[in-house]
């Protein structure tokens, strides 16, 4: 079992960059699949990026190119860093992790554990 803990959530303007922050503690924590998803006001939480234990990773169309997933194992610290953040991107975000790979878009399954989410606003 993993306990997760965010950072790093503000107020950006679009254009703007900005990187979150989740800590993992628990046994076992570097075997586990990592991912960010995010969940617009109103709208349903999806997955956006993901970081496995081997470091593939794997992102949604509309942040590929723009947001980058990261893992550091010696810290046991996943990243997200976003850039060229857009009004579409305001949401609040979560870390996850799992101990099988997390697909992108929709997850219909149970997650392992979860950060406490942290708000990114970004205003045009």
């Known amino acids: 079992e993993v306990q997760l803990a965010q950072s790093g959530g503000e107020s950006v303007e679009a254009g703007g960059s900005l990187t979150l922050s989740c800590t993992v503690s628990g046994d076992s924590a570097s075997t586990y699949s990592m991912a960010w998803f995010r969940q617009p006001p109103g709208l349903g939480r999806v997955a956006i990026a993901a970081v496995d234990s081997d470091g593939n990773t794997r992102y949604a169309d509309y942040v590929s190119g723009r947001f980058t997933a990261s893992r550091d194992h010696d810290k046991n610290t996943l990243y997200l860093q976003m850039n060229s953040l857009i009004s579409g991107d305001t949401a609040i975000y979560y870390c996850?992790?799992?101990?099988?790979?997390?697909?992108?878009?929709?997850?219909?399954?149970?997650?392992?554990?979860w950060g406490q989410g942290t708000q990114v606003t970004v205003s045009s």
């Open positions: 996850a992790a799992d101990r099988s790979p997390i697909p992108m878009y929709t997850v219909t399954g149970p997650i392992d554990a």
